[in-house]
């Protein structure tokens, strides 16, 4: 049964209940539920200001119009998307005998929304759509497959290190779709038609939007899950980490050194296993004992200081017991609470519980926040579960496989909550994950622990694009990778190089890794920070005085871009445009420009063609059509819509400045 509402369409048959309604500009939200009542829940869509949509009815349909976009739903509860000139955006995919439209008439019964019941409650829910050859789909969140036009691909919908969900979509066909719903499972953008599936959950819960430049599609994202804040200065400069330090003695001498050179550092970051035990949330004293000191020597030097934080509770922990009574760790369906291992078995945080994300807030405050340290990076965020064997765990807002993937948002909001509540104006934490609405809780996605090699290279530079397509314009990966990096390995030395050249030219400039050879940590026999091993040495002169030569320059470049950086940080904060932006963000009627993934925007006027293979010293680059380019390095002129060779001598990455 079709119903016209005031501000909103809908359909009830044989116990599911449809319901379109206006969310934002240009906008719809569409809920399906098998429930008496549909549940609306605010994982990352905004509240939004009462619109009033145009509505349309007629014998067999009704029609609901926002703006550019238009939902058909007609009297067999099918829906079709379109744009205000009537193109087809988008449309269920249906098979069976009772459709209006007689192609797709089919004794094969194939639904557009499938509800297959858990036993004890909630659904397994497969939403289908039709497929369009043509299309070219961006976005998703960050992959570590080397894509960017993810049409034909099968997507995992769930969290891991090095692998983070974001299910936002642009389309070349002009719209976005936003799949609001935190639960694991999968998506399909396969060649005969696009199927979401989610493991359990009691309600379809999706967003679509139509727009006519992919830069629409993301800012009309942006508008209705949110912005970054605006990023502080100490943003748009260079970062200094390892694994690890291990003494503060150590940190201070390191920034010393950056600061006798002469080399500006804004950020020192202080990896895992500073702490006690894990859980404690709180500095080894035998290593740190002076954390207020440490903060104030460095801020002399200009330097801000990070500190590692993970959501991991060991039995040993101070705090164990008391948040294991209170209910404020993940629990498992079957067996003891253990959610990861390293170094020991550890329970983790729910962050989806609120009581626990001030739980944590508390003691972060109280042993490092309240001695001067304001700068958080959130790692194990996914969390890293042992196996990632999800059906195992269950949180405060029900089973893991229900609402998991909301977990790196939430964690990221427990900080973002607790620093602003303490006056800090524009939160920034680090974190090695992220799902929708993310970014508006300064979160500063990175890309995990991935390989230190030229092809790990190339897939992160498509990871870095797709997470802007998502709307998470905060994004970094650690420049030369994370694992199996050998200090005096030459294929290792030029990818590091080349990694940091591109590194100048992403949202933050950071480097870290786990050098090798590793090396024992300053007790290993003992609890505590000083147990875990560390890398070796990783800071520019590390590598000798010609390599140390060219990483300065780009630092000092860095910093030569502080006033455009900073009007890109501004504009991501405003309406959301992304940092980095594939190539066809900014030219979208160039063709050629949507095949290129080995190139970007950094903003709109520098186009950044990092040199990804090893040996290399020129590099073809495709300059799009309809302006004229100046090479950076020469200062040669071209014109745009030709793919030239560029010279790429090792101290040198190609950069084109639009005329």
């Known amino acids: 049964m079709l119903t016209k509402g005031r501000d909103c369409i809908t359909y009830r048959s044989a116990g599911q209940q449809i319901k379109v309604i206006p969310w934002g500009n240009h906008a719809l939200r569409v809920l399906v539920s098998m429930l008496p ?6 994982w990352a869509l905004l509240p939004q200001r009462e619109i009033t949509p145009v509505i349309m009815e007629t014998e067999d349909t009704l029609t609901i119009r926002n703006g550019n976009i238009l939902c058909v739903l007609d009297k067999f509860g099918r829906l079709t998307f379109k744009n205000g000139e009537g193109k087809v955006l988008l449309r269920e995919y249906v098979r069976q005998l009772d459709v209006l439209d007689r192609r797709d008439r089919s004794p094969m019964f194939v639904s557009a929304r499938e509800f297959k019941p858990i036993r004890g409650g909630d659904w397994r829910v497969t939403l289908r759509f039709e497929a369009e050859d043509d299309e070219f789909i961006a976005g998703m969140g960050q992959y570590q497959d080397g894509r960017i036009n993810l049409k034909g691909c099968r997507l995992e919908l769930s969290q891991r290190n090095s692998q983070a969900t974001v299910p936002y979509l642009v389309s070349s066909r002009g719209y976005g779709f936003f799949w609001h ?12 038609r696009t199927e979401w599936y989610a493991e359990a959950t009691d309600v379809i819960d999706y967003w ?112 164990y017991g008391e948040m ?79 609402v998991g993937n909301a977990y790196p948002q ?31 809780y300064g979160a500063l996605a990175w890309s995990g622990d991935v390989c230190s090699t ?42 590091l190089v080349r990694w940091f050249q591109w590194g100048t030219y992403c949202p933050v400039m950071r480097l870290h890794g786990q050098r090798e050879p590793l090396r024992p940590g300053p007790a290993p026999d003992k609890p505590g920070g000083g147990a875990m091993a560390t890398g070796s040495p990783n800071e520019i002169w590390s590598f000798g005085e010609e390599m140390c030569e060219i990483f300065a320059h780009y630092i000092h470049v860095r ?73 950076e390095s020469t200062g040669k002129e071209y014109s745009g819509g030709q793919t030239v060779t560029a010279e790429a001598p090792l101290d040198v990455i190609p950069v084109f400045r639009k005329s």
């Not at 139509?210 to 260079?238: I, S």
């Not at 509540?421 to 974190?431: A, K, Y």
């Open 324 to 402: 294991l009574e209170r209910d404020l760790l993940l629990r498992t369906e079957q067996g003891l609470p253990v959610a990861t291992n390293c170094m020991t078995n550890c329970a983790v945080v729910d962050t989806l519980n609120p009581e626990a994300r001030e739980y944590l807030w508390d003691i972060i405050k109280r042993n490092y926040f309240d001695k001067g340290i304001g700068l958080f990076w959130l790692d194990v965020a996914e969390p890293e579960f042992v196996g990632y064997d999800y059906e195992l765990y269950r949180s405060s807002r029900g089973p893991f496989l229900k």
């Open 410 to 440: 939430l964690y990221a909001r427990a900080f973002y909550d607790g620093l602003c509540e303490n006056g800090v104006e524009n939160p920034v934490s680090l974190i090695r994950c992220a799902w929708a609405g993310s970014q508006r």
């Open 454 to 495: 030229f092809e790990s290279m190339q897939k992160q530079l498509c990871a870095g694009l797709s997470m802007a397509m998502s709307g998470i314009p905060w994004w970094n990966a650690d420049i030369g990778g994370f694992l199996d990096g050998k200090v005096d390995d030459p294929y290792f030395r030029e990818l």
């Open 208 to 319: 679509i939007c139509a727009g006519d430049t992919p830069a629409e599609l993301v800012e009309r994202y942006a508008a209705v899950t949110g912005t970054p804040p605006m990023m502080p200065e100490y943003g748009l400069g260079f970062w200094q980490c390892r694994l690890r330090y291990t003494t503060q003695e150590e940190v201070l001498r390191v920034a010393g050194e950056y600061h006798r050179r002469g080399i500006p550092l804004d950020v020192i970051i202080i990896d895992f296993f500073h702490w006690t035990y894990q859980g404690d949330w709180k500095f080894d004293p035998e290593y740190w004992p002076d954390p207020e000191g440490m903060v104030r020597e460095l801020e002399a030097m200009g330097t801000k200081l990070m500190v590692s934080v993970w959501p991991t509770v060991e039995p040993k922990s101070e705090n």
């Open 37 to 42: 009542e549909i549940p609306v829940r605010d």
């Open 181 to 192: 719903n935190p639960a694991i499972g999968w998506v399909s953008f396969g060649n005969n």
């Open 559 to 631: 910093n030569s871009m502080r006033p455009y950086i900073r009007s890109l940080m501004r504009a991501a904060h405003e309406t959301g445009a992304p940092v980095m932006r594939p190539l066809f963000y900014v030219f979208p009627e160039d063709a050629k420009a949507w095949d290129v993934k080995d190139a970007y925007m950094f903003g709109p006027d520098l186009l950044v063609a990092p040199v990804m293979t090893y040996g290399a010293r020129t590099r073809e680059v495709y300059l799009p059509a309809g302006t004229k380019w100046t090479e």
